[in-house]
C-alpha cells in the first residue's frame, strides 16, 4: 500500500520552484484540473498563501471562463491575499488567458502563476478538449 500512495515524482512544491525560478528566467506553473466541486479554486488560494508565506512572488490566472461567478470567486481570494490576478472575462479561450498570464508573469518576474481552470467530467468532450489544449 505504501509503494502504490507513495509519488514518484517530488511533491515538494517549494524545491520545485526554487529549481525552475533559479535556472530559468521563467516562472514556475501550476494547473488546478478537476471534476466540478472538488475545490480547485480554494486550494489554489490556499497554495498561494502558502507560496507568499515563503516569499514567493505569485499570479493568478482566472482560466475558468465557463463557470458563472469564477471569475469573482478568485477576484475575492486574490484580494484577500492581496495577489494580482489576471482574467479576460467569460466566454474566453482557457489556453489563450493562461498563456498570456504566464507571458505576463515572466515580465513582472512573478515566481509561480497559479491557473485556476474550469471542472470539467471526463464525458464533457468540449471541455476536455479545453484541458488537452491548455
Same mark, same amino acid.
Given at each position: ?7 514518484? &515524482? ?12 533559479s535556472?530559468?528566467?521563467?516562472? @514556475?506553473? /501550476?494547473? @488546478?484540473? %478537476?471534476?466540478?466541486?472538488? %475545490? ?11 507560496? &507568499? ?7 493568478? #490566472?482566472?482560466?475558468?471562463? @465557463?463557470? #458563472?461567478? +469564477? /471569475?469573482? &470567486? !478568485?477576484?475575492?481570494?486574490? +484580494?484577500? !491575499? *492581496?495577489?494580482a !490576478?489576471?482574467?479576460?472575462?467569460? %466566454?474566453?479561450? +482557457? ?7 504566464? =507571458? !505576463?508573469? #515572466?515580465?513582472?518576474? /512573478?515566481?509561480?502563476?497559479? /491557473? *485556476?481552470?474550469?471542472? =470539467? $467530467? &471526463?464525458?464533457?468532450?468540449?471541455? $476536455? =478538449? ?5
Open positions: 500500500l505504501t509503494r502504490l500512495l507513495t509519488p514518484e &515524482q517530488s511533491t515538494e512544491l517549494l524545491a520545485d520552484v526554487e529549481a525552475v525560478t535556472l530559468e528566467k521563467r516562472p @514556475f506553473v /501550476v494547473v @488546478f484540473c %478537476g471534476v466540478n466541486g472538488v %475545490g480547485k479554486s480554494t486550494s489554489l488560494a490556499k497554495t498561494c498563501y502558502y507560496l &507568499q508565506k515563503h516569499g514567493k512572488k505569485v499570479l493568478v #490566472a482566472a482560466c475558468d471562463t @465557463f463557470r #458563472a461567478g +469564477a /471569475v469573482e &470567486q !478568485l477576484k475575492t481570494h486574490a +484580494a484577500c !491575499l *492581496d495577489v !490576478l489576471y482574467h479576460q472575462g467569460y %466566454g474566453k479561450d +482557457a489556453a489563450g488567458v493562461a498563456k498570456e498570464a504566464i =507571458r !505576463l508573469g #515572466a515580465e513582472q518576474n /512573478v515566481d509561480v502563476v497559479l /491557473v *485556476d481552470t474550469a471542472g =470539467r $467530467m &471526463q464525458h464533457n468532450e468540449p471541455l $476536455m =478538449r479545453a484541458l488537452a489544449k491548455l
